[in-house]
């Protein structure tokens, strides 16, 4: 059973690049079948779709955060990464590493997801 | 971007009671629409993907419907775990778009 698990510093000061890492065990990141992808939720709030990944290296951002925004894959280490530039407090939120299943056509959904990181971004 | 719009916001209902949620969206999406609970300080879980297809493990006793721009969830007899948050989302095309959720409490 695939599990990922986020990791990066829990407090980023403003203007700074936020950076998490998602390890990935009980599945390889060059699976096909896949788009490794990045969610984020604001405090008490939903949740937001950063953008993904995919095993060949091909990238789709959010449009909101595209100009700001780095998604790298480390296929040795099973392993794929958000680098988030210029934060500001509206960067504060909760970020899940989610692994997007590719069913056919537009049918996919997000079935496995990491518990989650606390980043808040304060000087 | 395609808007979701989840109705009612919150929703205060009794164990053994039979729940509908609604989800709407801002432009036809076919059947492209997911469904996730949220329960307190953990991730998120896919009920349901598009539409009508229940993931491996959740009840039966969750079902959804829809096409094009109106879709439903519903639980047909509320367990003591089923209180928590749940949010669509649309795969129709990105950016993939949430609804704001609908908090089920107990009444």
């Known amino acids: 059973q695939v599990q990922l698990q986020e990791s990066g510093p829990g407090l980023v000061k403003p203007s700074q690049t936020l950076s998490l890492t998602c390890s990935v065990s009980g599945d390889s990141i060059s699976s096909a079948d896949y788009y490794w992808t990045w969610i984020r939720q604001h405090p008490g709030k939903g949740l937001d779709w950063i953008g993904y990944?995919?095993?060949?290296?091909?990238?789709y951002y959010n449009p909101s955060l595209k100009s700001r925004l780095s998604i790298s894959l480390d296929t040795s280490k099973n392993q794929f990464s958000l680098h988030l530039y210029a934060v500001t407090a509206a960067d504060t939120a909760v970020y899940y590493c989610?692994?997007?299943?590719?069913?056919?056509?537009?049918?996919?959904?997000?079935?496995?997801w990491g518990q989650g990181r606390q980043v808040t971004v304060s000087s | 971007d395609i808007q979701m719009t989840q109705s009612p916001s919150s929703l205060s209902a009794s164990i053994g009671d039979r729940v509908t949620f609604t989800c709407r969206a801002s432009e036809s999406i076919s059947s492209y629409l997911n469904w996730y609970q949220q329960r307190p300080g953990k991730a998120p879980k896919v009920l349901i993907y598009a539409t009508t297809n229940l993931q491996g493990g959740v009840p039966s006793r969750f079902s959804g419907g829809g096409y094009g721009t109106e879709f439903t969830l519903t639980i047909s007899s509320l367990q003591p775990e089923d209180f928590a948050t749940y949010y669509c989302?649309?795969?129709?095309?990105?950016?993939?778009?949430f609804g704001q959720g609908t908090k089920l409490e107990i009444k």
């Open positions: 989610v692994r997007q299943i590719l069913v056919v056509s537009a049918i996919n959904y997000f079935d496995s």
């Open positions: 990944i995919y095993y060949s290296g091909s990238t």
């Open positions: 989302q649309q795969s129709y095309n990105t950016p993939y778009t």
